[in-house]
Nanobody, 127 residues
């Protein structure tokens, strides 16, 4: 079963950039659909972005479209989330998840469809 470990979070100012990484081990990373979600205090875990097994297909939440880019390096078993033009509303704990299903945008948005999660990395954007 794949194990996931996020890194790269931090405290930044509005307008800055961050790149999150999610290192995978112990599973078939290169066949999994992967996703990024985020959860702010007192709120549900929200979909951010997803990518298919080889990186050819991606899907984004409207709130991050044009600012965030999801990518993966299967040779390194690593998922990335490049976040540009950060806003205070982007403040949350960011989680990566693995889904052992063929990529489908609707299913990729549903956190209950993911079977594996990392522990999360905190992103705080100050105004």
């Amino acid at each position: 079963q794949v194990q996931l470990l996020e890194s790269g979070g931090g405290l930044v100012q509005a307008g800055d950039s961050l790149r999150l990484s999610c290192a995978a081990s112990g599973g078939a990373f290169n066949t999994d659909t992967m996703g990024w979600f985020r959860q702010a205090p007192g709120k549900e875990r929200d979909f951010v972005a997803a990518i298919n097994y080889n990186g050819a297909s991606t899907h984004y939440a409207d709130s991050v479209k044009g600012r965030f880019t999801i990518s993966r390096d299967n040779a390194k078993n690593t998922l990335y989330l490049q976040m540009n033009s950060l806003k205070p509303d982007d403040t949350a704990v960011y989680y990566c998840g693995a889904q052992q299903k063929i990529f489908n945008a609707n299913m990729a948005e549903r956190h209950e469809m993911y079977s594996n999660w990392g522990q999360g990395t905190q992103v705080t954007v100050s105004s």
